[in-house]
């Protein structure tokens, strides 16, 4: 009796973590998903060194901040033509050559930190270049997840990506920090040369991926043709929409160093937390998904876990006291794990593969983009008013947001996986 009990307990609780599956039963996946995690940990260094290369060369804030605008331009500018590229070619020849790309662009960093580290036009032109072809990797590698896990291993392979961005996004901060301070700027992006090895070599052992499209050449008519798919298709279009309405509204991470100061009254270790929070949160809800990837109501999964993320945000400011507001964040972040778990798996199981492509490279440029417009957007409410208020008020429209997306496609929160998997076969 305490056998069968044992068992079903031990089951129970292997039910409420994350699910391995995909990871056991491809080793194509395997590879792509460790070469993602250790390429993610090396970026996450990268932009923390180079941060910290430009302020110790100007002193300047500003300096440092035209290192995002570096990095962003290219993202959106190669984002939506990388689409057509990607649904054009060999995906598999095109996520390797990139990652060889990537190394080049890599070691670039380590010999401008060694011959000329006081080349500030050297950095940025470095910056654009490695981040218009990460534009062209990251997409790639998303859009070939399906082609190498069944459907309905899907949402496990996308809790599984989400894991690893959390972990990489908390990692590689803490081991920027302690690899310059002890062994230099140099090593550090060695570093996340070899990191993108790691990733090509798992490209390379990837199965032939043919073009989707029949060999069409990709272009701006292709780009075009996915902008007026994904316009009429809700179910694919409502996703993106609510991942811009999260992270216009309920991305508050620009306040964090007023608020640590002015309403935790705490110094650099609080903005530490503050930043760390989310992607705690998002650790432990992606160790705990087990529940999420078992869900069929992917719509209404979506729309709850949006809410939760705007009022998260709200609640985090409204606390004056520090342990509380982290709570609320890392509450937060395990919201938007979960938003990024249903969004991945909606978008690979109905995005038609000759579009898979360009779709992925919708999802990236409006996951790229779409933290830098909250930067903006809460930035602006906070110089108007104030950082708490600027704070409420993103989480409350957050939420305004999705009972107002709710509304024009109530459709999407009845939608059901297991239906669409079933008419698919």
């Not at 056991?24 to 250790?38: D, I, M, P």
Request: with cysteine; hydrophobic share 55%; glycine share 10%.
């Amino acid at each position: 009796m305490n056998q069968v009990s044992d068992h079903h307990n031990g089951g129970t609780r292997r039910s409420w973590l994350i699910d391995l599956t995909p990871l056991r039963v491809s080793a194509a996946y395997r590879r792509l998903w460790w070469g993602q995690l250790l390429s993610g940990i090396g970026s996450s260094m990268t932009a923390v060194v180079v941060s910290v290369q430009v302020y110790q060369l100007t002193e300047s804030s500003f300096a440092v901040g035209m290192v995002g605008f570096c990095a962003l331009t290219p993202l959106l500018a190669v984002g939506l033509l990388g689409g057509a590229i990607i649904d054009s070619v060999d995906r598999r020849r095109l996520a390797f050559l990139t990652g060889l790309i990537l190394v080049a662009v890599s070691l670039g960093f380590v010999a401008q930190a060694v011959i000329a580290p006081t080349q500030l036009w050297l950095l940025y032109a470095l910056i654009v270049v490695q981040n218009a072809f990460f534009a062209l990797e990251s997409p790639t590698l998303r859009a070939i997840v399906p082609a190498l896990m069944a459907t309905d291993k899907l949402a496990a392979a996308a809790a599984l990506s989400m894991f690893s961005f959390q972990i990489s996004i908390l990692l590689g901060p803490i081991l920027a920090g302690f690899v310059i301070d002890r062994l230099g700027l140099g090593v550090a992006y060695l570093i996340d040369a070899i990191t993108f090895a790691i990733a090509a070599y798992a490209a390379w052992r990837l199965p032939h991926l043919p073009s989707a499209t029949d060999g069409t050449q990709p272009s701006f008519a292709g780009v075009i043709d996915g902008i007026r798919f994904l316009k009429s298709k809700s179910l694919l279009l409502m996703p993106l929409l609510l991942d811009i309405n999260g992270m216009l509204f309920g991305m508050p991470r620009a306040l964090f160093p007023a608020l640590a100061a002015t309403h935790f009254t705490g110094g650099a270790a609080s903005v530490g937390l503050l930043y760390a929070a989310p992607a705690m949160g998002g650790i432990i809800g992606a160790f705990v998904s087990g529940p999420l990837t078992r869900s069929r109501r992917h719509g209404l999964a979506l729309l709850i876990a949006t809410v939760i993320w705007g009022l998260a945000s709200a609640l985090f400011a409204v606390s004056d006291i520090l342990w509380i507001g982290i709570f609320f964040l890392a509450l937060a972040g395990a919201a938007d794990m979960a938003t990024g778990v249903f969004r991945a798996t909606i978008l690979q199981t109905q995005a038609p593969g000759a579009l898979m492509g360009r779709i992925s490279a919708a999802a990236f440029v409006v996951g790229v983009g779409g933290p830098w417009l909250g930067d903006i957007e809460s930035g602006i409410a906070a110089e108007l008013t104030t950082p708490v208020f600027a704070a409420v008020l993103g989480g409350i429209a957050c939420v305004v947001g999705v009972v107002m997306l709710h509304f024009w496609r109530p459709d999407f929160a009845r939608y059901d996986a297991s239906m669409a998997a079933r008419a698919q076969g």
